[in-house]
């Protein structure tokens, strides 16, 4: 059994590196852990009759409710997922079979733009973002005009760089032109506050393990009413009123629900105290390393990201010279693809400048003295491969 001092969000042999990678990956909050343990070791499948059914469905239900808290919605519309890869499809296919048209922004993520790409809608609009990575409201205003029919799928905050997308003003174009609107919140839901009962949203893709809950699990919120076809990927049971056939992972929603809980009571103090740790680490990198230039806009953007570009290095080299800091080249999900960040080419960025970027993202678990070394280890680092170049 791991111990639970393990479960302070990382194992043993993974604290001894500095884990600036949230956006991959959040560790497990200790609430979670606690949650799905219990869940784990008991037996029920959440559709059953019986007493030990019941067990697992009503804690299902209750982390249907802990879901719905943190991002302003009622249960009945929560569909819990496999994570946001798989919301993101839902949304999209149910979406699209009545529209004519689908728009979303060049800077998604492939969970969104993968699946936009291969809808059966002939019309397929690309919006554009500024150099700060900001999304242009006139190309989406243009975009959605005169289609008698469009989804708009936009997200919450970039993966890769942080920077927030102005929903609200996004709500008003949609609404006036009577599209659809999901909303990738992967990166955004328990980091920032999302309150679905003020914003015109129809649709809105989470996931677990990026506020501190298990992989592998997530939700779509389908507002209630939302006039999409009932159009599931994938049908069976019928589970999750019809939405997602299959057993319910019982232990993967307690651990949502669980993290859902503790991020919504945390995320005033948490928001603060990461962004405080991320200008402090960015301050310092800046004061101690020459070249080096941010991504994305400086005040837009979430509490915990840092996207830096280090002049004249490419990003691999660095993250291997310094093994004691996790972070990431570009997105964790392209990063072994050797095709440059799309995300910082649509923000007008050169291939070398998107080549020579380092995102480091931070979170829950992360404390000012990871902070203070990861500052000494990315300058070390820089200054032996700038060495070595020379
Ligand atoms: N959307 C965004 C913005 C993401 O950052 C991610 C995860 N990298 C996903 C979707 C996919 O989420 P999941 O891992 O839950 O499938």
């Keep these: 059994m791991p111990r639970e001092d393990d479960v302070q969000g990382l194992s043993r042999e993974a604290s001894e590196v500095i884990y600036l990678d949230y956006n991959a990956t959040a560790p497990l909050r200790p609430e979670a852990w606690a949650a799905m343990s219990e869940a784990l070791l008991r037996v029920g499948n959440a559709s059953s009759a019986h007493t030990l059914g019941r067990w697992a469905s009503e804690r299902a239900e209750s982390a249907r409710n802990e879901v719905g808290h943190l991002i302003g919605a009622a249960p ?3 569909i819990f997922t496999s994570g946001a890869t798989e919301a993101n499809n839902l949304a999209l296919h149910a979406a699209a079979v009545r529209a004519q048209r689908v728009v979303v922004s060049a800077v998604e993520h492939p969970a969104v733009l993968e ?29 959605v005009a005169g289609s008698g029919g469009s989804v708009v799928s936009v997200m919450a905050a970039n993966n890769e760089t942080g920077v927030l997308t102005d929903l609200a003003a996004i709500t008003k174009i949609t609404r006036r032109a009577g599209a659809l ?3 990738d919140a992967t990166q955004l839901v328990g ?6 009962s003020l914003l015109d949203i129809d649709l809105l893709s989470l996931s677990a393990h990026k506020f501190g809950g298990p992989q592998g699990v997530g939700a779509l919120f389908l507002r209630r009413g939302c006039p999409v076809a009932f159009e599931p990927l994938l049908r069976g049971g019928g589970q999750e009123r019809g939405w997602r056939s299959g057993t319910l992972n019982v232990a993967g929603v307690v651990g949502m ?9 945390q995320l005033e103090v948490e928001r603060r105290r990461v962004m405080t740790l991320r200008d402090h680490l960015e301050a310092g990198i800046l004061a101690t390393v020459n070249g080096v230039e941010r991504n994305g806009h400086p005040d837009f953007r979430l509490p915990g990201v840092s996207s830096l570009a280090f002049r004249g290095i490419p990003a691999d080299a660095l993250l291997s010279a310094m093994p004691g800091v996790a972070a990431s080249d570009g997105s964790a999900c392209a990063s072994g693809a050797l ?13 070398e400048h998107a080549e020579s970027t380092v995102r480091f993202s931070l979170g829950h678990a992360t404390t000012a003295a990871e902070i203070e070394e990861a500052i000494m280890q990315v300058g ?4 032996r491969v700038r060495t070595a170049m020379s």
């Design 191 to 196: 980091k920032l506050p999302m309150n679905l």
């Design 339 to 351: 095709t440059p960040s799309h995300v910082l080419l649509a923000m007008h960025r050169s291939r």
């Design 115 to 143: 699946a936009a790409r291969a809808l059966p809608v002939a019309d397929l609009r690309i919006i554009g973002v500024d150099e700060d990575g900001l999304l242009l409201l006139d190309e989406l205003e243009d975009a």
């Design 380 to 383: 070390d680092a820089v200054r």
């Design 181 to 183: 609107l999901h909303v």
């Design 76 to 78: 009945n519309e929560i």
């Design 257 to 265: 629900g669980a993290a859902a809980r503790a991020a919504a009571d």
